[in-house]
């Protein structure tokens, strides 16, 4: 089985990608590659770029990503309520190549932040969304307060019923 994971932010610090690559690594014998977003950086989508340039290899090579996957683990960040712009505009390109993005993928949708919210408001628009996008959401999680439930020394999530339940949502992919 073969898992894609990747943080929907491009901070190179990104705790997102942090939660994401740590839900993965509670799966035993599954093949993970973890995605930047800082490698599919696109221009602002729109229909006259689009005419423009056409398609983009970068949205091209995201899309075959998720193509060759078996699962996806994606973890939100939220910037003013939404998605971030590097996630959106990847999305944006991608859906144009197939608007059936997640391919049917089954999904662990993830999200944290450092406050309390934990994410939820882009968590929850990216649950009600992803079916019309052919995504299989099997579970989702917001993981609030980032730094007081992540030790960033050893990596792992140090409150254990954030844990727990992080364990049974990487368990529905498989």
Known sequence: MKIIAFGA????????KQLAAYAV???DDVEVEV????????????????????????????????????????????????????????????SRINPK????????????????????????????SAPYFDGDVKSSLSVPSFYENFDMETGLIKNKVINDQLVNAVQSLV
């Open 101 to 128: 993005v997640f391919q049917n993928k089954p999904m662990l949708l993830l999200s944290t932040s450092p406050g309390p919210g934990g994410a939820a408001s882009v968590l929850s628009t990216a649950v009600n």
């Open 35 to 94: 995605l930047d977003l800082n490698d599919y950086e696109l221009p602002l989508f729109s229909e006259d770029k689009e005419a423009e340039i056409g398609q983009p290899e970068l949205a091209k090579k995201f899309i075959t990503k998720i193509a060759e996957s078996d699962a996806l683990v994606v973890s939100f960040a939220e910037h003013n309520g939404s998605y971030s712009v590097a996630y959106k505009n990847l999305f944006d390109w991608s």
């Open 9 to 16: 932010s491009s901070s190179k610090k990104s705790i997102n």
């Open 25 to 27: 690594s509670l799966l």
